[in-house]
T-cell receptor, first 111, second 112 residues
Framework: TQLLEQSPQFLSIQEGENLTVYCNSSSVFSSLQWYRQEPGEGPVLLVTVVTGGEVKKLKRLTFQFGDARKDSSLHITAAQPGDTGLYLCAGKRGSARQLTFGSGTQLTVLP | NAGVTQTPKFRVLKTGQSMTLLCAQDMNHEYMYWYRQDPGMGLRLIHYSVGEGTTAKGEVPDGYNVSRLKKQNFLLGLESAAPSQTSVYFC???????????FGNGTRLTVT
């Protein structure tokens, strides 16, 4: 059982559509990060959220950390083919030294 | 500025063979990590290091050993490879415990 559950596992949409992907847990996290990974490369950090209820925007991407710090969402407005990739959430619990990663959402944006 | 460099990029091993994966970072980061990535499993931490000369076990350490003799290098060893170790291996580094991870581009290992 994954500590961080991401949904959906796969998502294929047309260019211009909006989408939301989710990262859920039964545990509380002190911080949560979102990464994007493209084929043949390592994950690259998009954002870190640390406060319950926090919302951060990165151009067309909006990230939200749940009030209870157990879940997070990533919303993309007007998706573009360049948004295609594997989106991974990763959280740090309390005083834990290492991050726990979710299994990811594979997003494909078709032109 | 190369960031995090992993060598080799690809490797095929027979069961029972040994090998070492090399990770080098030029950002003067204290923390370094080895992860494996398998379909549907996300990234799982194998071993990590919080500084030169230190190592610690992660979530899935069995069958692997690591060494951090120099601050910039973190080596991952497989003493007797098994098919279950077929995976993509990623090295990462960070300034501190709360800092974002910087990843290399991975090593694809196949054990037959």
């Amino acid at each position: 059982t994954q500590l961080l559950e991401q949904s959906p596992q796969f998502l294929s949409i047309q260019e211009g559509e909006n989408l939301t992907v989710y990262c859920n847990s039964s545990s509380v996290f002190s911080s949560l990060q979102w990464y994007r990974q493209e084929p043949g490369e390592g994950p690259v950090l998009l954002v870190t959220v640390v406060t319950g209820g926090e919302v951060k925007k990165l151009k067309r991407l909006t990230f939200q950390f749940g009030d209870a710090r157990k879940d997070s969402s990533l919303h993309i407005t007007a998706a573009q083919p360049g948004d295609t990739g594997l989106y991974l959430c990763a959280g740090k619990r309390g005083s834990a030294r290492q991050l726990t990663f979710g299994s990811g959402t594979q997003l494909t944006v078709l032109p | 500025n190369a960031g995090v460099t992993q060598t080799p990029k690809f490797r095929v091993l027979k069961t029972g063979q040994s090998m070492t994966l090399l990770c080098a970072q030029d950002m003067n980061h204290e923390y370094m990590y080895w992860y494996r990535q398998d379909p549907g499993m996300g990234l799982r931490l194998i071993h990590y290091s919080v500084g030169e000369g230190t190592t610690a076990k992660g979530e899935v350490p069995d069958g692997y050993n690591v060494s951090r003799l120099k601050k910039q290098n973190f080596l991952l060893g497989l003493e007797s490879a098994a098919p279950s170790q077929t995976s993509v291996y990623f090295c990462a580094s960070s300034w501190a415990q709360e800092s974002p991870l910087h990843f290399g581009n991975g090593t694809r290992l196949t054990v037959t």
